[in-house]
């Protein structure tokens, strides 16, 4: 999921919004952080997020100006409704709403490119046992 956001200038109220003193970029930077073991409960987590390099971003929205990008990793977008749904993120809700406006766009996988972490793992894992058949091997003979 994509996700460009664009911060208010000043935080909105709303009714049933919590009292919260701090900027847009506080307000969901803490929103953020509060969702983080609920993201990987639905085995999901955000890839990578920072503020873009240009302000306008390909000419999506060019009057709006960008202040995040945040590209999270759901298994599917039934995951996304379920997250989205869960009750212990309604409390949650209210510090994104009153923070920034977001445009959520969800993309699929044309290419991927598998985690390092994986690879990196699965070859030190093939070179351990290999090495240790050869040492099975060797003393097997005398």
Not at 2 to 31: C, D, M, W
Not at 42 to 47: L, N
Request: charge should be positive; charged fraction near 20%.
């Amino acid at each position: 999921m994509l996700n460009l956001i664009r911060f208010y200038p000043q935080l909105r109220t709303f009714v049933g919004a919590p009292e919260f003193k701090g900027t847009s970029e506080e307000a969901n930077a803490y929103h953020e952080k509060s969702i983080t073991s609920l993201w990987l409960s639905h085995a999901a987590y955000p890839i990578f997020a920072g503020p873009p390099q240009a302000k306008n971003l390909i000419n999506i929205h060019p009057e709006k100006e960008w202040g995040r990008v945040v590209v999270c990793r759901y298994p599917s977008r039934r995951t996304f409704l379920k997250l989205a749904s869960d009750p212990s993120y309604a409390p949650m809700e209210p510090y994104k709403f009153m923070a920034l406006e977001i445009d959520l766009v969800p993309i699929s996988g044309d290419m991927l490119v598998p985690d390092l972490r994986l690879i990196v793992g699965g070859s030190l894992l093939v070179l351990f046992l290999a090495v240790n058949w050869l040492r099975a091997a060797r003393h097997g003979k005398n």
